[in-house]
């Protein structure tokens, strides 16, 4: 069992819809980031958030943070297909050790 | 590019050999982190070092060992390889001390092969 389950594991969508992806655990987490990862790529931040209840937006991309910092939802309005990527949810439950959810694979298609 | 580095690229080799990975942190940064990452596992945190000294440990086996040297590279020795150990390697790197779990900046990756 992962600390962090992302759900869906694999997204298809056309250019121009909007998507959720979740990652839920049931650990608190002092603060959750959420990465994007090319193919060939090593995963890059998209943000941080650190406040039960706390929504960053960067760009069409709108970040959540669940009240009792057990769970984060990433919102994508209108995706394109720079968006295709695997989205990784992480963060350090306990302080001593960072972990990785276990992904979302997103294709927009064109 | 994020200023981390990794060598190899790609690295094939068989079962019950040895190998060392390297990674080069950003000029600056004090902590490393290495994760392993496959199909079937998604990225799991192996270590981290911050300024030389081990800081967290976590999914790594027995078979593995890492350290991170003065002039703050590090290495991540693979022994004994298995078919199971082939994976993509990350490292990653960043400033580590207070809000050590700020960005982490990852490198490029070593893909290993076992055969």
């Known amino acids: 069992t992962q600390l962090l389950e992302q759900s869906p594991q694999f997204l298809s969508i056309q250019e121009g819809e909007n998507l959720t992806v979740y990652c839920n655990s049931s650990s608190v987490f002092s603060s959750l980031q959420w990465y994007r990862q090319e193919p060939g790529e090593g995963p890059v931040l998209l943000v941080t958030?650190?406040?039960?209840?706390e929504v960053k937006k960067l760009k069409r991309l709108t970040f959540q943070f669940g009240d009792a910092r057990k769970d984060s939802s990433l919102h994508i309005t209108a995706a394109q297909p720079g968006d295709t990527g695997l989205y990784l949810c992480a963060g350090p439950p306990d302080g001593n050790q960072f972990y990785f959810g276990t992904g979302t694979s997103l294709t927009v298609i064109p | 590019d994020s200023g981390v580095t990794q060598t190899p690229k790609h690295l094939i080799t068989a079962t019950g050999q040895r190998v060392t990975l390297r990674c080069s942190p950003r000029s600056g940064d004090l902590s490393v982190y290495w994760y392993q990452q496959s199909l079937d596992q998604g990225l799991q945190f192996l270590i981290q070092?911050?300024?030389?000294?081990?800081?967290a440990k976590g999914n790594i086996l027995e078979r593995f060992s890492a350290q991170q040297f003065p002039d703050l590279h590090s290495e991540l020795n693979l022994s004994s390889l298995e078919l199971g150990d082939s994976a993509l390697y990350f490292c990653a790197s960043n400033p580590g001390g207070a809000g050590i779990y700020n960005e982490q900046f990852f490198g490029p990756g070593t893909r290993l092969t076992v055969l």
């Open positions: 958030v650190v406040t039960g209840g």
């Open positions: 070092y911050y300024n030389g000294e081990e800081r």
